[in-house]
């Protein structure tokens, strides 16, 4: 007679590599690319990568604006409440990187220029 295992329920949360990035604290951020020793091109192709997946968070966050305004809920609503601050915070870790990227990639540029 077989054993049978009963299956236990694993939850794993899977994660993109460029959430991962963007949910990297800023100092390892500016590790990793000094570390990696990425260039002027990768990092400006991470600026456009980010402003991109920025404006789909700021689509996702005027929905649901719209949303409170026309069905009359109120932003106080725990599940409004919780979705609005988990786009801002995501938002808000793109935008410190992305600044970064910029400052670095013009300094990266400027060497040299007198």
Do not use: C, W
């Amino acid at each position: 007679m077989k054993k049978r295992r009963k299956k236990q329920k694993t939850k794993f949360k899977v994660q993109s590599m460029i959430g991962a990035i963007i949910d990297m604290p800023l100092e390892e951020f500016k590790e990793e690319l000094v570390k990696h020793k990425t260039n002027v091109g990768t990092m400006r192709n991470l600026i456009v990568y980010f402003n991109s997946i920025y404006a789909d968070l700021k689509t996702r966050k005027d929905g649901i604006m719209n949303l409170v305004i026309k069905e009359g809920h109120s932003k106080d609503e725990p599940e409004i409440k919780d979705a609005l601050n988990g786009l801002y915070a995501e938002m808000v870790k793109i935008e410190e990187k992305t600044v970064y990227l910029n400052q670095r990639v013009k300094e990266l540029i400027d060497v040299g220029v007198d």
